[in-house]
C-alpha cells in the first residue's frame, strides 16, 4: 500500500532532550511537509521540503531541525530550544511543488515531561 | 504573507440541517484551494479542491465548495449533514506556482446530532 508513515504513534520524553520524529513516503512524491497541531490553533508549518536536499522553514521553525537526505523520508528533529513541544505532529506529502495536494500521516503525538 | 481565517470554531447541528462553513484567505495572487476533514481517531483526508475553472466544486460525500474570488472566499456546504459528518473541517490555501507552501486555517469542529 502506497502512504505515509509516521512513527511512533506515542512518544515520551524528558525535558531537555531531543527527538526525532520519522516520517517515511512511498508515493515517489517530491515536496514533504511538518505540521504541529495544537486545538483551536488547525495547522501550523514548522518545515517544508520540495525537492531531496533542500528545505524552507514555515512559520514556526523556532526549536525544530530536518533534514532531506533520501526523496522518501523528512524525518523532524524537536530540539531542547522548542519551549513548548507537547503536540501532535503530522506529516504530508504532495506529488510537487506545483500540485499541492497534501497526502497526510496519522500523526505522532509527543509527550514532553 | 498568506493567511487564512475560518469563521466558526464549533458547529453544533441536528441531522438534515444544512451545514455552510466560512473561509476566508488573504493573498493577492492565483491561489489553489483545499477543503479536509479529520474524523475521529483518523488522520487528514482531502474533501475536494480548486484550481481552477468552475468555481463551484464537487466533492466527496455531498460536500461542495464556491470559489469567489472578489470576496477571497471559498465557503464549504452540505445541504444535508448526517451524524457521520462529526469532524473536524479545515480551509487551506497555497499560491499557485513558484516555491509555496500549504497554509491552514484553525479549523472548525462540527458536531451533528442525531
Known amino acids: 500500500d502506497g502512504g505515509i508513515t509516521q512513527s511512533p504513534k506515542y512518544l515520551f520524553r524528558k525535558e531537555g532532550q531531543n527527538v526525532t520524529l520519522s516520517c517515511e513516503q512511498n508515493l515517489n512524491h517530491d515536496a514533504m511537509y511538518w505540521y504541529r497541531q495544537d486545538p483551536g490553533q488547525g495547522l501550523r508549518l514548522i518545515y517544508y521540503?520540495?525537492?531531496?536536499?533542500?528545505?524552507q522553514k514555515g512559520d514556526i521553525a523556532e526549536g525544530y531541525s530536518v533534514s532531506r537526505e533520501k526523496k522518501e523520508s523528512f524525518p523532524l528533529t524537536v530540539t531542547s530550544a522548542q519551549k513548548n513541544p507537547t503536540a501532535f505532529y503530522l506529516c504530508?506529502?504532495?506529488?510537487?511543488?506545483?500540485?499541492?495536494?497534501?497526502?497526510f500521516g496519522q500523526g505522532t503525538r509527543l509527550t514532553v515531561v | 504573507a498568506q493567511s487564512v481565517s475560518q469563521h466558526n470554531h464549533h458547529v453544533i447541528l441536528s441531522e438534515a440541517a444544512s451545514l455552510e462553513l466560512g473561509c476566508n484567505y488573504s493573498y493577492g495572487g492565483t491561489v489553489n484551494l483545499f477543503w479536509y476533514v479529520q474524523y475521529p481517531g483518523q488522520h487528514l483526508q482531502l474533501l475536494l479542491k480548486y484550481f481552477s475553472g468552475d468555481p463551484l466544486v464537487k466533492g466527496i460525500k455531498g460536500f461542495e465548495a464556491e470559489f469567489i474570488k472578489s470576496k477571497f472566499s471559498f465557503n464549504l456546504r452540505k445541504p444535508s449533514v448526517q451524524w457521520s459528518d462529526t469532524a473536524e473541517y479545515f480551509c487551506a490555501v497555497t499560491a499557485s506556482g513558484g516555491y509555496n507552501k500549504l497554509i491552514f486555517g484553525a479549523g472548525t469542529r462540527l458536531a451533528v446530532h442525531p
Open positions: 521540503s520540495q525537492i531531496v536536499n533542500d528545505f
Open positions: 504530508a506529502s504532495s506529488i510537487d511543488k506545483w500540485n499541492t495536494e497534501a497526502f
